[in-house]
């Protein structure tokens, strides 16, 4: 039984390969990986990175990413909507160009994820794992936090090669010299 299963699936493939004139003409395996920069892009467009890393532009059809500015995160001369600090509860106030966010922790900003050095110049594969994998800020021990929104938690269940391909794309986009402003912790 085994070998007629075998021989059937045997078959199937010369048949199939039969019918190639060229390389070109037969699908590519599906075991055959895409390559690490073009993964990373798909992961990084997928995963919802632009929704506070890229800076928003106002049209008739509401915000769109300001995609001169991919993944810069909150522009260092783009202030913030005056809010009460008593009134700020479990939820999330935004900055015009939705790139900042304030809750009971303080005021968040979203972070320059290009290859500047205002960004992630000199950054280590390594380093963007520790960041993701342990919610550390800058990937740097001793240090604060990820602070509320970002989903590091969730992001952090990615693979070790999903992680590898978007610090891979990352490196490729177009550099933005923007020095996003400090966490501001909420004054108790």
């Known amino acids: ?15 199939a390969l039969g019918s190639c004139q060229k390389a070109a003409d037969c699908p590519e395996p599906e075991t ?17 990175c632009n929704d506070c890393h890229t800076p928003k532009t106002m049209t008739d059809h509401g915000p769109v990413p300001d995609m001169t500015r991919l993944l810069s995160g909150h522009p260092v001369n783009e202030p913030i ?8 509860g479990p939820w999330v106030l935004l900055a015009p160009g939705l790139t900042a966010a304030v809750g009971p922790w ?10 500047s050095e205002s960004g992630m110049k000199g950054w280590t594969e390594e380093r963007f794992m520790k960041a993701i994998r342990e919610g550390k ?20 269940k990615m693979t070790d090669e999903d992680l590898k391909a978007m610090f891979a794309y990352l490196q490729t986009i177009p550099a933005v010299d923007n ?5 501001a912790p909420a004054a108790h």
């Open 106 to 115: 303080g005021v968040t900003y979203a972070a320059n994820l290009t290859p």
């Open 32 to 48: 055959q990986t895409v390559d690490a920069v073009t993964r990373g892009a798909y992961i990084v467009a997928t995963s919802g």
């Open 81 to 88: 909507a005056p809010y009460d600090p008593a009134t700020v």
């Open 1 to 15: 039984m085994h070998t007629r299963i075998t021989l059937t699936w045997v078959c199937a493939g010369l048949l």
């Open 179 to 183: 020095l996003v402003p400090a966490f």
């Open 137 to 156: 800020h800058m990937g740097l021990d001793n240090t604060r936090p990820i602070m509320p929104p970002m989903p590091w938690q969730e992001i952090s």
